[in-house]
């Protein structure tokens, strides 16, 4: 019998297992695979626009950081603040002033807290920067990055595309790849000692983000020593490093504290009906070795929405909760479920579940459905994400708040 | 304003457009093709990919199965390149009319159309997918036929014998003299200016746009337009094309075409050839047909949706709800002697699989206003491959295998395995204005991830030496092209997708930033 059972190992259910385990609960993790990280700019994106929390403020009561309140998101953000310090992957911003990253289109990216090997250096308008790709890599285009970039009003002097000593790779390089040669400190010498001529006349420099996965930190501040030159990582598209090194983080630390993480078991909600109340008893999971019942107290649901699998759309148009079939709100009429392009706001990212302010996933008459289960992140309805800017905020304020209710 | 002279403008760089090209270059014409947007764009891109054999027309129209399975033997010759020597299936369900089958099958011996019986037995062990309610199966030889890659080796096959073709060039106008059209004023969309053409003689061979050209020389052609949908699953579940044996109705044909399955088609009335967006109730109603010849099929990944407009020649102008009674065959108008504006056909119509006989047709009375005595070649004359067996997956999936100088290509679309180098020369031949002209040539972006992860690759060659915005708006329309195609498909695999590009374009990308408030 655990305290707290998560389930989902993306960003909010890895949050919300640190959480708990903060709190000095038992805390076991379930999720049928890894979560989204690896497609992840690694930031926490908590409002687009300039002034968050005048914009917070005003959103609908039914908005997720309306329910999860103001309280949460800030206990969250100094919880992950601690992390990440503590795990020597410091994140750098704060929400009165956003900060503002190139993106690997050379557009430019609004968010509230970033790595430091993204936003350390930091780009100005007044201040020329170079681009540099990476021979072999996959997905980072310097000379479109830089015209966007200029487009935006930057200045980029100069672009270039620098080799990795060896014998020419016979595949196309992704970012995870080039990261393993930076792992090793005679290999970052051999890298830099390379580069360093090709430099001439570059104090500030962005690279794609492959400055090694694990000590990651270590690694960007002995590339940047080695180079002289300032840097800064530009996330790639998947797989993304400064994702990954987030998950890497919070797993990391979810261990440490203790929290028992089962990942590969896809789960399938189990109720409990011998008591009065509604309540659910855990999850029975889909083990190699067979069904096995996993009991525990409160359970968070993090599975996240559509992309993510915590919903699923049936060709009949309904969607369902893919572990306890619980209700999801969402447009009868499929037609009304997407917009005719991707850069509309789309109702079917608003699609979720329904919750009160404790997280507890509702039923049309507002009660929850049982009283010991929480929901967090993707999986809730009301917020679309993408155009809010409000993914990484959104799933540490409910995330919060489930694990505060859950143990009150 | 620029100009120059023909022998023969062609309007439209369809399969009738281009079949009509190739057969007049063949006879020694002078010959130039223009179209407002690329090849095959309209109509002939936006079919099934059947190759008939006829012997869906047995009953309701022998001469259209005459021709068509005249004409699948020609093509079979002309260009193995593009077809796929599937087979036809026609099979009758217990539920279906148990009178047709004898009907059908006497209609196809008087055509001379070989028909095969086949046992439970042979149809099971053939197609184990199909389902079991079947009574009686048929085999014939229909296939599978990419109207890509036919019309990109016959648009190479005519350049290579002078004939010109210049695509994203709009017909904007005609000049007529003493009732006779002399020349049409064309606008360049690539030099923004408008090219006078001098021709003997225009054929408008436009499709479902055919009245909206003749209309340009004050001419009404009664077309009434119908849309048919067509829905791509991702695998295929049979290698044979499925007919259903039964009175032509909607939905009763499956044609696995390379590495996906395509069911269709509808039959809406709609009133232009604009009129390409599709009704929800067309895919429940296409994938409960393709349920009920392949269980399961509905859940498989469909991979994407789309309809063409077919033009209807409709004298009568009778309303009607349904359109398939209207004549499917093809229509060659002199416009001279309908109208009394001389040097001026107009020829649309028809079927893919019967597009070198309209050209035979159209090309024969060309001749003769020419004085031309040179006979039809085209049954005999080869369509040059350009690119052997390119438009096939597990070819280009074995090139990429060759040791030598491609084994360090990288390729750009995973999906359908387009490597940087097949890119570049696309790139080269001039040929592309837009990533879209790129997907027609080289098939990128068109598998399961429908160009999430590809376009911007793409973008990123195309455009390395264009201005930022130029290449931001192809890339945006693109994009969005693709996700159009998928709308109608939201649901389990198909969804997961489009959240997944919307995430990485969004997000990871941030491509909205640029769009400021245009978004």
């Known amino acids: ?408 | 304003m620029p100009s120059l002279s023909t022998e023969l403008l062609v309007v439209g760089a369809g399969a009738t457009g281009l079949g009509i090209a190739w057969d007049a270059c063949l006879r020694g014409l002078k010959v130039v093709v223009v179209d407002q947007s690329g090849i095959a764009q309209g109509t002939s891109g936006r079919y099934h990919g059947l190759l008939h054999s006829g012997g869906r027309y047995a009953v309701s129209d022998p001469d259209t199965a005459r021709e068509c399975a005249a004409e699948n033997a020609i093509l079979r010759r002309i260009a193995p390149h593009a077809i796929e020597d599937t087979g036809g299936l026609y099979v009758s369900l217990d539920t279906d009319p148990p009178d047709y089958v004898p009907e059908w099958f006497g209609a196809c011996q008087a055509i001379g159309i070989d028909v095969d019986r086949l046992s439970h037995e042979d149809v099971r062990r053939r197609e184990p997918s199909l389902t079991t309610d079947i009574s009686q199966a048929f085999l014939l030889n229909d296939g599978a036929l990419d109207s890509f890659d036919l019309l990109r080796s016959l648009a190479g096959s005519i350049r290579q014998i002078g004939g010109q073709i210049w695509l994203h060039h709009q017909l904007r106008g005609f000049v007529i003299e003493n009732n006779r059209i002399v020349a049409a004023q064309v606008f360049s969309e690539i030099e923004q200016d408008t090219i006078l053409i001098g021709a003997d003689i225009v054929v408008n061979s436009t499709g479902p746009w055919a009245d909206q050209i003749a209309a340009l020389a004050d001419i009404h052609i009664p077309i009434t337009h119908s849309r048919g949908t067509l829905v791509a699953i991702a695998n295929r579940l049979t290698h044979t094309v499925i007919h259903r044996c039964r009175p032509p109705k909607d939905g009763d044909a499956i044609v696995p075409n390379w590495s996906a399955m395509v069911i269709g088609t509808t039959d809406i009335p709609v009133a232009s050839a604009e009129e390409l967006s599709i009704d929800p109730a067309e895919i429940d109603f296409l994938l409960h047909q393709g349920e009920e010849l392949i269980p399961g099929v509905s859940n498989r990944r469909a991979l994407r949706a789309w309809s063409g407009i077919r033009p209807l020649y409709n004298p009568g102008q009778r309303n009607s709800d349904t359109t398939r009674d209207v004549s499917r065959s093809h229509v060659l108008i002199n416009h001279a002697v309908t109208d009394g504006i001389s040097g001026f056909l107009s020829v649309f119509g028809g079927k893919l699989t019967t597009f070198r006989l309209m050209a035979e047709y159209a090309v024969d009375f060309v001749a003769k206003e020419f004085d031309i005595a040179d006979e039809c070649s085209t049954k005999s004359v080869p369509i040059d491959p350009q690119r052997k067996n390119y438009f096939i997956l597990p070819s280009r999936a074995e090139r990429l295998n060759q040791t030598g100088e491609e084994r360090n290509d990288s390729v750009i679309c995973e999906c359908e395995i387009v490597t940087r180098s097949q890119i570049e020369a696309a790139l080269q031949s001039g040929n592309h204005s837009s990533l879209d002209d790129l997907r027609r040539e080289t098939r990128l972006g068109m598998g399961p991830c429908q160009a999430g992860f590809c376009a911007v690759r793409a973008s990123a060659m195309a455009y390395a030496s264009d201005e930022a915005q130029n290449a931001l708006s192809d890339l945006v329309s693109f994009i969005e092209r693709r996700w159009r195609g998928t709308l109608p498909l939201a649901w389990g695999p198909s969804m997961r997708q489009m959240a997944f590009t919307r995430r990485l374009y969004l997000e990871l990308l941030d491509i909205q930033q640029l769009l400021g408030d245009d978004s």
């Open chain 1, 1 to 408: 019998m655990t305290d707290v059972l998560v389930i989902g190992a993306g960003f909010c259910g890895l949050y919300a297992a640190i959480a708990a385990s903060k709190r000095n609960a038992r805390v076991t993790l379930v999720a049928s695979g890894h979560g989204g990280l690896s497609i992840s700019h690694g930031c926490i994106d908590v409002w687009s626009s300039s002034a968050p929390s005048r914009a917070l403020s005003r959103l609908k009561k039914t908005h997720p950081y309306r329910l999860a309140g103001k309280d949460a998101l800030n206990t969250a953000l100094e919880t992950l603040d601690l992390i990440s310090h503590d795990a020597d992957y410091p994140f750098i911003g704060t929400l009165s002033k956003p900060t503002i990253l190139p993106t690997a289109f050379g557009a430019i990216h609004t968010t509230a807290y970033a790595p430091l090997s993204l936003a350390q250096t930091g780009i100005q308008k007044n201040i020329p920067i170079s681009i540099a790709s990476i021979a072999g890599l996959r997905d980072f285009f310097p000379t479109l990055l830089s015209k966007n970039l200029e487009m935006n009003g930057y200045t980029v002097r100069r672009t270039m595309q620098l080799p990795l000593p060896g014998p020419v790779p016979q595949r196309d390089l992704y970012a995870t790849d080039i990261a393993q040669r930076f792992a090793d400190s005679s290999n970052r010498e051999r890298i830099s000692r390379l580069w360093r001529p090709r430099l001439a006349g570059v104090d500030r420099l962005g690279l794609p983000a492959v400055l090694g996965l694990h000590h990651s930190q270590r690694v960007f501040r002995s590339v940047q020593d080695l180079l002289g030159v300032e840097l800064f990582e530009i996330p790639t598209p998947p797989p993304s490093l400064p994702g990954l090194r987030l998950e890497n983080m919070l797993s990391d630390t979810a261990i440490k504290m203790g929290v028992d993480i089962i990942l590969g078991s896809p789960a399938a909600g189990r109720i409990d009906h011998s008591g009065k109340n509604k309540r659910v008893s855990g999850v029975s999971l889909q083990t190699a070795g067979g069904e096995q019942n996993l009991d525990a107290h409160s359970v968070i649901l993090a599975t996240g929405g559509l992309l993510h699998g915590g919903l699923v759309a049936g060709r009949n148009g309904n969607i369902v909760e893919s572990v306890f079939n619980l209700p999801v709100e969402y447009a009868e009429s499929h037609q009304e479920w997407l917009k005719p392009s991707p850069f509309d706001e789309q109702p079917y990212e608003k699609y979720g579940l329904l919750v009160n302010s404790r997280m507890q996933p509702i039923d049309l008459h507002g009660d929850p459905i049982f009283e010991n289960l929480f929901a967090a992140g993707g999986i809730i309805a009301g917020a679309d994400r993408q155009i809010e800017g409000s993914r990484q905020g959104i799933d540490i304020a409910t995330a919060q708040r489930a694990v505060e209710a859950a143990l009150e």
